[in-house]
């Protein structure tokens, strides 16, 4: 088999592939053999049918046609891996116009494919980013011990002015009746504990109750959200709108405890507080091995993705989008999830999720084009070697005959293409210039009345708050 390239406009390319005489002289004895085995043709024992017979019983070109099909679909993924080329959509192999083989001569067919763009970048330069400082800081280790302090909060009273904010809890007393004013036995409560936020009723209510001090009343009606909560699922399709009557009993919020000896003993399990920052050090430490190779490489090939030139074919940004939702699913269906339930679990819609995947097909398309870019400018191949490594490291019994099952299906260039990126990933990050992260600073500024006079209230609110205490 002969194979020759001949690049076409618009990232196309045409592939000629010529089949020697003898195999299609093979193919085509084998094929009239195996007629003459298969089917009964009357006057002859099965297996002595001569070619006349057979073509005026199946038709001239039946023998010939079947053997086109099984020589182009089995010579046309080897071509592909012959020539080097990186297939992107599905071949044209201009079926009408298509000729047959015939018997003792070389065959010759053609191919339209969309091939791999040839990308550049603004610059070859080593990329540069920033990490964050490795070890765990006194500011990391004080944020895992707030995050841990407030999975022990208690809820206690707020001083009896205290209004409703985001951040407060409240006693409430609430009537709530449907859109026929009847009662709405889910919901009328005469004393529920309710966070602020919490999502439980719809953020209208949430914005309702704020300002209300202890002992205030309102009455007002929101309208059941397309997103149903925890209170309202139950009610779609029932009412429109949900009417309510509330009365604030109290205002509350959460109070943390005191980080001392005797309490990490109680509820951590460590004999002081020293000892619990030692092992949220060492554990920040391990999470920082883990994260810390993966961050470099995502940012390294990110700074990489923004020196791309000119726009990512649509062709691309499709196959990579095709390639992202084949593995969701895949991994929804080893879950034994449904994309309803992912869809809930995310908190999203149909359209946002179709929206993110094909943002994420774009972003994947342009990372992946700007590493075959710095492949290509810094020389890297992949070898025979290299694709019979990623076999073998795949843990299979036979990683040789995996490897020519692969070829014979026309996913070689799949592995190349793969390791070809992997290669130049590993320079791009080896190579990078690493600055250390400096932390946030908090931004200074003018403030607007309106501000200064939220922040005075919140200050003086929490001062009463701590004088009460």
Do not use: C
Request: aromatic share 6%; proline share 5%; hydrophobic share 35%.
């Amino acid at each position: 088999m002969e194979t020759k390239v001949e690049v076409l406009e618009g990232n196309r390319a045409k592939l000629t592939v010529t089949i020697d005489e003898q195999v299609v002289t093979d193919r085509v004895k084998k094929q009239y053999k195996e007629f003459a085995n298969n089917y009964n043709f009357p006057g002859f024992r099965r297996g002595k049918a001569p070619r006349p017979v057979i073509d005026s019983m199946l038709g001239k070109d039946a023998a010939v046609a079947m053997v086109t099909d099984a020589l182009v679909n089995e010579t046309y993924p080897l071509a592909i891996d012959e020539s080097g080329l990186y297939p992107v959509g599905e071949p044209d192999f201009g079926e009408k116009d298509m000729e047959l083989v015939k018997d003792k001569q070389p065959y010759t067919y053609t191919v339209e494919i969309g091939v791999k763009p040839t990308p550049e970048l603004k610059n070859y330069d080593p990329v540069e980013i920033e990490m964050p400082p490795e070890g765990a800081t006194a500011e990391q280790i004080d944020e895992e011990i707030d995050t841990l302090l407030e999975h022990y909060y208690e809820v206690v009273p707020a001083p009896a002015n205290t209004k409703v904010k985001e951040d407060k809890f409240v006693d409430l007393k609430i009537a709530a009746t449907d859109d026929n004013g009847e009662d709405i036995p889910s919901i009328t409560n005469d004393e529920l504990q309710y966070g602020i936020g919490s999502g439980v009723l719809p953020a209208t209510f949430d914005e309702e109750l704020i300002g209300l001090k202890k002992g205030d009343t309102k009455q007002f009606t929101i309208d059941i959200p397309s997103e149903p909560t925890a209170m309202t699922s139950a009610l779609m399709g029932k009412t429109t709108s949900i009417n309510f009557d509330v009365e604030v009993l109290g205002v509350k919020k959460k109070k943390l405890p005191e980080l001392t000896d005797e309490w990490v003993q109680s509820k951590i399990g460590v004999d002081t507080v020293d000892d619990l920052r030692k092992e949220l050090e060492d554990e920040i430490k391990s999470q920082q091995e883990s994260i810390f190779p993966r961050l470099k490489e995502s940012r390294a090939l990110t700074a990489l993705a923004e020196r791309f030139e000119g726009d990512v074919p649509e062709n691309v940004v499709e196959e990579a989008e095709a390639t992202l939702l084949q593995d969701f699913f895949n991994q929804l269906q080893r879950q034994g999830a449904t994309l309803d339930q992912y869809l809930q679990q995310q908190g999203i819609t149909s359209s946002q999720f179709r929206d993110d995947v094909k943002k994420q097909a774009a972003d994947m398309a342009k990372q992946d084009l700007s590493l075959d870019a710095f492949a290509a400018h810094a020389g890297i191949e992949v070898t025979e070697e290299d694709v019979l490594n990623e076999f073998e490291e795949s843990g299979v019994a036979d990683p040789k005959g995996l490897m020519e099952q692969w070829r014979q299906n026309g996913q070689m260039h799949v592995v190349r293409q793969g390791i070809l990126r992997q290669k130049a990933a590993k320079e791009i990050v080896e190579n990078a210039v690493v600055t250390e992260e400096k932390p946030e600073e908090k931004k200074s500024g003018k403030h607007s009345k309106k501000a200064d006079k939220k922040e005075e209230a919140a200050a003086e609110e929490a001062a009463t708050e701590d004088a009460a205490e």
